[in-house]
């Protein structure tokens, strides 16, 4: 069982290795859509930061603390 203040948190501390990754990962994919669609990068960056924070809002706490936790394994 999750206590509330783990609930509650709005920080996530995770390694830095894991969060250059994915963040390098999020850069490789947005060059990737640019090239084979044309569209410039800024473009897609815009659409896919509109798109994650939409699919943000419509995810219940309890999902996010799964994605976190999920995050959490991968870096164990």
Do not use: C, H
Request: zero cysteines; aromatic letters at 6%; charged letters at 25%.
């Amino acid at each position: 069982m999750m206590n509330s203040k783990q609930s509650n948190d709005k920080s996530v501390v995770l390694p830095k290795d894991v969060f250059v990754l994915n963040t390098l990962a999020m850069g490789v994919a947005i060059q990737i859509l640019a090239k084979i669609t044309g569209e410039e990068i800024e473009v897609w960056k815009e659409y896919v930061n509109a798109t994650a924070n939409e699919q943000y809002r419509q995810l219940s706490s309890e999902r996010i603390q799964e994605i976190v936790d999920s995050i959490k394994d991968l870096s164990a």
